[in-house]
């Protein structure tokens, strides 16, 4: 099994059965704003500017022994022993934790590792309902296909998109990789329209990998480099240290962790020693055993740095952030985090189901707690907060 993990996607339990959102962390935001902002076939989704978030309520934790004992005394009864344990960890009302079925869990790995299947495209909800397309991925489906930001999407297999919920129609565009009919290889036919141009184009689906990290460098090489990271997959921490090596030394980076749903612990400790020397990253409980995770030497602690965060920063997102400004690496700027701070490990169930359940939770170096308080910012800013956030760096000097 895989170590600690925060990609903790809030997950509803109905009738005993977990209904698994993979890489759906934002739901929470979209219940808390009313609107789902933007979203890809696996990646996270993004508020909307401006939009803020509520702080999550500190977590219950299911018990582990109870999560057992009840699966192995359903399955001794010839009945679902992943109902029973979902039956248990839904009264506990422990929102982070879940139950897979194993198709759920490998779904759910494959979403780890960074891929998915589906046609490249970000969608996101415009006035009156409409769907339109916010991003295409490279070299995707949808890009070859001629499919371009702003173009709106109409119907997807003939069912029209308007009105419904950005989540929905990504499910449509997706398809359920565990059926051969709409896998990889299968066809999704879309309806678009561009200004008066209407059209309808045939894509096929196919195993893609999510970008979970951007990199914005400026022209010429003048002013500072901008990595976006929204969310913690595999590869994402080498990912940032790339992009941290490549950065001009003297102009300084702007670190964008808004709307960053979290993700695999182990990843965002490596995004940490992209910045730090060493040192340590956080320290987290797992079932009342103190234990510590630490950065590794030779990171770069020299170039300025500021640090973006919103309501939508989760989990991991939000241990690094609370890492590099407790460490007083960075300047923290935008607006107080969601305050998701515990952490999940995933264990076998006799009937070969998954138990994904909260074992304990993080502090930042400074001893901080996480869960339901979230970080709050070194500088507040709402709108324009990439703006003052370049201010910031500007005013902190060249490194040498």
Request: with cysteine.
């Amino acid at each position: 099994m895989s170590g600690p993990c925060s990609y903790d996607p809030p997950r509803r339990i109905r009738r005993g059965a977990a209904l698994t959102l993979i890489f759906a962390s934002v739901l929470a935001t979209g219940v808390a704003t009313g609107t789902w902002g933007e979203r890809a076939e696996g990646a996270v989704e993004r508020p909307e500017s401006g939009n803020t978030v509520a702080a999550a309520p500190k977590s219950r934790t299911a018990d582990h022994a109870a999560v057992e004992r009840a699966a192995a005394q359903a399955i001794e009864d010839g009945k679902s022993g992943s109902q029973a344990a979902a039956d248990v960890v839904s009264r506990s009302g422990d929102r982070w934790s879940a139950i897979y079925t194993p198709g759920e869990f490998r779904d759910f790995q494959q979403q780890l590792d960074g891929s998915y299947v589906g046609v490249g495209l970000w969608v996101r909800q415009a006035d009156g309902g409409r769907i339109r397309v916010s991003r295409v991925q490279p070299d995707g489906p949808a890009a070859r296909a001629g499919i371009a930001a702003g173009d709106r999407l109409r119907a997807i297999d003939g069912r029209a998109v308007r009105g419904r919920p950005v989540t929905e129609t990504v499910a449509w565009l997706r398809g359920d990789a565990r059926r051969p009919a709409e896998g990889a290889g299968s066809s999704v036919r879309l309806d678009l329209q561009r200004g008066p141009r209407h059209w309808t184009a045939t894509l096929h689906r196919t195993r893609l990998r999510t970008q979970n990290v951007t990199v914005d460098r400026p022209a010429g090489g003048r002013g500072p480099t901008r990595i976006k990271v929204a969310a913690f997959s595999q590869g994402t921490g080498e990912a940032v240290r790339q992009a941290v090596r490549r950065a001009s030394p003297h102009a300084g980076l702007l670190l964008d962790l808004r709307g960053n749903a979290g993700g695999l612990v182990t990843e965002a400790v490596a995004a940490a020693s992209a910045f730090l020397d060493g040192g340590l990253v956080a320290t987290y409980d797992v079932r009342g055993s103190q234990r510590a995770l630490y950065a590794d030497r030779g990171g770069s602690t020299r170039i300025p740095l500021v640090v973006l965060v919103d309501g939508g920063t989760m989990s991991a997102g939000e241990l690094l952030a609370g890492a590099l400004q407790d460490r007083g690496r960075a300047i923290v700027v935008g607006s107080p985090t969601f305050g998701k701070g515990s952490v999940q490990m995933p264990s076998r169930l006799p009937d070969g189901s998954v138990a994904e359940l909260t074992v304990g939770h993080y502090r930042t170096p400074s001893g901080q707690v996480v869960d339901g308080r979230g970080i709050s910012p070194d500088l507040v800013a709402g709108d324009g907060a990439e703006k003052r956030a370049r201010t910031v760096l500007s005013g902190l000097g060249t490194s040498t």
